[in-house]
């Protein structure tokens, strides 16, 4: 699928499988969330844009890259986003960050929308939308499409863990948006839970039940 990039990294993989594991812990949980966050975001920014600048070296004068254009906009779904911030923020400092609150109906599993606060100029702006998890894709078609109605045209959508029902929804949704995928698993259960998955990634991430 265009647009669509699915990790392969052996580090990507291996601590994935130790975010799975019922035994890991929420400190360790947080810890790998924005390890593994930070490994994505080196290949979700691979294409930011350079420009050659004038830095003077302790030998020389010279032309080299430095990124370029507005500053990125990092937009974490809350809850669980919040924990891939940092990982964003250790690649681009400078980066602005967004926030759009959405929970899931625990019976219908649509998603309700409570809070969004973006950058201003989104649209002149690279937008990475940030979710640990892509299970019916609901939630993520709607942050994209509030970054869309704000007026956000160049946007990136990174994700730890994704059902195959969400992520053919949200790339059928957005063909234009391209998703980072960490591990594609193997199906949503009955209650719209991904499986294997990882269980709840927001209780998980800030130890609540
Ligand atoms: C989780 C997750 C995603 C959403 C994915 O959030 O962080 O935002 O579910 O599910 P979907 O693809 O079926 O929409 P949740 O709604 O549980 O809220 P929380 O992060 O506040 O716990
Ligand atoms: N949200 C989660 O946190 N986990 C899932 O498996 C599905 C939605």
Request: hydrophobic share 40%.
């Amino acid at each position: 699928m265009e647009n669509v990039i699915i990790m392969d990294h052996p580090l990507i993989k291996h601590k994935i499988s130790m975010l799975r594991d019922v035994n890991t812990g929420t400190n360790e949980f947080r810890k790998l969330v924005e390890e593994i966050g930070i490994l994505m975001g080196y290949e979700a920014l691979r294409d930011l844009p350079t420009e050659d600048v004038e830095i003077t070296t302790p030998l020389e004068t010279c032309m080299t890259p430095m990124i370029s254009g507005k500053k990125l906009a990092v937009i974490p779904v809350l809850r669980a986003g919040l924990g891939l911030v940092n990982s964003i923020l250790t690649l681009v400092p400078s980066a602005k960050v967004g926030h759009i609150g959405l929970y899931r109906d625990p019976e219908t599993h649509e998603p309700h929308e409570y809070y969004c606060k973006l950058p201003d100029s989104i649209g002149e702006r690279i937008a990475i939308v940030v979710d640990p998890m892509l299970a019916t894709g609901g939630s993520a078609v709607s942050a994209v499409d509030f970054v869309k109605e704000k007026g956000g045209k160049n946007i990136k959508f990174m994700c730890l863990i994704a059902a195959p029902e969400g992520l053919k929804k949200l790339h059928e949704a957005h063909p234009d948006v391209q998703i980072y995928v960490g591990n594609l698993d193997r199906e949503l259960n009955s209650n719209a839970y991904i499986c294997p998955g990882l269980g709840d990634a927001g209780d998980r991430i800030f130890g609540t039940k």
